[in-house]
């Protein structure tokens, strides 16, 4: 588990396999593992672990890009660099996104992965 969405793609490299992402609460003992990178706000870079899970849902992949939208920069740009985007999407968060393209550096960098 991560707390934050876009930190699973960081250790799960969805760029080479469709990876589902899932709410899920975790029960009894966790366990946590340092993934060795760090956000400005020092909250990512984990992995949790427990020792039951229960999955609450399932993510669709428009739910994703919904979440993707409310994020700040710093974090927007490692989803960006992680997350495998369809045209589409891409351009859904260039219009969409309400901190500016100035911040999007990542998006035209990334290839377009057909599914």
């Known amino acids: 588990m991560c707390e934050q969405f876009e930190d699973c793609y960081k250790f799960l490299k969805a760029t080479e396999t469709e990876?589902?992402?899932?709410?899920?609460?975790?029960?009894?003992?966790?366990?946590?593992?340092?993934?060795?990178?760090?956000?400005?706000?020092?909250?990512?870079?984990?992995?949790?672990?427990?020792?039951?899970?229960?999955?609450?849902?399932?993510?669709?992949?428009?739910?994703?890009?919904?979440?993707?939208?409310?994020?700040?920069?710093?974090r927007m740009q490692s989803f960006l660099f992680n997350y495998p985007l369809l045209k589409e999407e891409k351009a859904i968060i260039m219009n969409s996104y309400t901190y500016g393209t100035n911040d999007l550096k990542f998006i035209a960098k990334r290839k377009t992965k057909k599914i």
């Open 19 to 74: 990876i589902d992402l899932t709410l899920v609460k975790g029960f009894g003992n966790y366990y946590s593992v340092d993934g060795g990178e760090r956000s400005l706000d020092d909250s990512t870079g984990k992995i949790y672990m427990c020792e039951k899970m229960e999955i609450l849902k399932v993510l669709s992949r428009d739910e994703i890009i919904q979440l993707a939208l409310e994020l700040p920069p710093y």
